[in-house]
């Protein structure tokens, strides 16, 4: 649990699960499901996870393993990957699992559908014909303090792909937080609105703009007092802001700040304009070479920034 690999992820079971998913950060057994919905073991598919989280011992006998395929028609055994001492492994496991079977429950990551060839990821919605909005307005009670379903999920995956993904350190989900809040604010602020146009719940007007990818995007840096203190800095590094602000959608202060570095240090060819706030295959591409500089290939090397990457670029 004290291992690290050099992607940022620690090398235990809910660490590997944390890569696998894309997680911003590392979680554990004792969180995960806040990622996932509950499915029924009929409803496996590759990429689903097998929990057992002991909540009387949690140090004991706690597990999680990536669900990798039935092995047979009959059910009774998958494939399963997981990290165990001392590596990771891939092999055909008895449903649930060798010990504490019962316990054992599947979950699914938020925001991906059962298709015919397995999961598929949930795209942003986009308009269908011109002023036509694609989805209804669920109502206002769908938003707000208690709210937990998948229009909460639905305005928080527009939301990042219109800005405001600073805002999310883990997420978007079905259930409310103050983070969907303070995003729908800095994107009711984007369109000029005040008072109480922007109070940060979505009326039927906020939603339109969002759903037919009208509006404006939000900009690059967050309302004051919006967004919460800074990262804090090490040995002279500013503090690494999390791996959410590096994402496709991304459009926050960090990405700008990544870039100048990146320049900085011999890593900006790809750049033909900018570095600028939004995040885009530029961005995605100078990072792949200073990773590749390192030494690191595969997944250590995907063009995205963990820790070490922002580490050793800013050291």
């Avoid at 554990?28 to 029924?40: E, F, K, M, P």
Wanted: aromatic share 12%.
């Amino acid at each position: 649990m004290n291992a690290y690999w050099s992607d940022g992820y620690r090398q235990d079971c809910s660490g590997f699960v944390s890569m696998a998913w894309g997680l911003p950060g590392n979680e554990w057994t004792g969180s995960l499901d806040q990622y996932g919905v509950r499915i029924a073991k009929e409803e496996l598919e590759p990429g689903d996870i097998l929990l057992f989280h002991n909540l009387a011992n949690p140090e004991k006998g706690s597990h999680v393993v990536i669900f990798g395929g039935w092995t047979d028609y009959t059910h009774t055994y998958y494939i399963a990957l997981e990290e165990t001492p001392s590596h990771a492994r891939r092999q055909s496991t008895p449903y649930a699992y060798w010990s504490h079977s019962e316990s054992y429950v599947p979950y699914r990551y938020k925001g991906v559908t059962g298709g015919t060839d397995g999961v598929t990821p949930v795209t942003p919605v986009t308009p269908v014909d011109a002023g036509k909005v694609t989805t209804p307005y669920p109502g206002a009670s769908s938003f707000g303090p208690g709210a937990d379903n998948k229009y909460v999920t639905q305005l928080g995956t527009m939301l990042v792909a219109r800005g405001a993904g600073s805002y999310y350190t883990s997420g978007p989900g079905p259930r409310w937080s103050d983070a969907d809040r303070r995003a729908t604010q800095a994107f009711q602020l984007a369109q000029g609105w005040t008072g109480a146009d922007a109070d940060g719940l979505p009326g039927p007007r906020t939603w339109e703009l969002l759903v037919t990818g009208k509006g404006k995007n939000v900009g690059g840096t967050a309302p004051v007092g919006a967004a919460g203190p800074p990262a804090p800095s090490s040995h002279g590094v500013p503090g690494y802001p999390g791996k959410a602000v590096f994402r496709p959608g991304a459009n926050n202060k960090y990405v700008t700040e990544l870039g100048k570095q990146l320049v900085k240090k011999g890593f900006g060819k790809y750049y033909t304009t900018g570095p600028g706030p939004r995040w885009g295959e530029p961005d995605r591409r100078n990072v792949e070479a200073f990773q590749r500089a390192q030494g690191w290939r595969g997944g250590a090397a995907d063009g995205y920034p963990g820790p070490e990457t922002w580490r050793r670029l800013f050291s």
